[in-house]
C-alpha cells in the first residue's frame, strides 16, 4: 500500500523539503484553535461571579470547546506519529535544530496535557460537564482535593504552553525575516 510512515514532500522549496499539505492544514488549524482557547480561558477568568449565569456560560462554552479541539490534538498526534516532518535545511547551526525538536516536542505535550487536565479536573467538581449543553455522565464522585491538584495542573501547563508558543513565533518570525527557508516550509 502508499501508507508509508514517511511524509513525501509534495514540492520542494528553494531550501529544501516542505511540510505536506496536510501537515501544514493541522498546524494551523491547531494554531488558530488552540490561542483562541488559551485567549478564552485567561479571559473567562475575569468574568465576575455575580450575577450567575454569564460566567457559568462560558465556562461551559471552553469546556465544550476544548473537548472538540483535544479530540483533533489527538488525531494530530496519531498522524504525526506516523508521518516523519521534512529534515531541517543543514545550514542551520545543531543548537538550533534541537532547539526547535525539544521545543516542539514541549508544545505537543501541552498540547495533551490542557485538554486532559481540564477535562479531568472538571470531572471532580460537583456539576457535571456538559458538552454543547449535553451533560456527561459523572465517572466519580466530586472531589474537593483532585479538582485543585487538576485546576493547578491546567494552569501551569497553560503558562508552560504559552512561553513555549511565544518562543516558537519569535523563532519563525525571526526564520522568516533571515529566509533560511524554515517559516516557507509551513506557509501554505
Ligand atoms: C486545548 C485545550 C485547552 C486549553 C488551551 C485551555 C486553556 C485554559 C486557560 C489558559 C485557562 C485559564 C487558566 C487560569 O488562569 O487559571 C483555562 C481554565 C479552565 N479550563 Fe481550560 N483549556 C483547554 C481545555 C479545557 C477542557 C477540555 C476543559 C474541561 C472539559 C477545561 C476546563 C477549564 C476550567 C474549568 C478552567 C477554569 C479553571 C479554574 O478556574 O480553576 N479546559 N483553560
Ligand atoms: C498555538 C500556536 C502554535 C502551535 C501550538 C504550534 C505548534 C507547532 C508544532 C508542534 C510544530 C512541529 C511540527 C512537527 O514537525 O511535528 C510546528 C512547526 C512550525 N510552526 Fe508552529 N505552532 C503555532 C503557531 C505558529 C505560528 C504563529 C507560526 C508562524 C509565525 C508557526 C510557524 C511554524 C513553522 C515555520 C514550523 C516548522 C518548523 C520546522 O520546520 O521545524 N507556528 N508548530
Known sequence: ???TP???PLEASPHGARYTRTAIALHWLLAIAILYQLGLGVWMEGIPKTPPGLRAEWFNWHKSMGMVFGLLIVMRGIWRLTHRPPEL??????WQTWAASANHTLMYACMLA???SG???SSFTAYPIKFFGTPLPRLWEASADMKVVLGTVHTACSYAFMLAIAVHILAAV???LRRHGVLQRMLP
Do not use: T
Not at 535545511?89 to 545543531?94: A, D, G, K, T, V
Open 174 to 176: 525571526w526564520h522568516g
Open 6 to 8: 514517511v511524509d513525501i
Open 89 to 94: 535545511p543543514e545550514s542551520l547551526p545543531r
Open 114 to 116: 490542557m485538554p486532559l
Open 119 to 121: 477535562f479531568l479536573g
Open 1 to 3: 500500500m502508499e501508507n
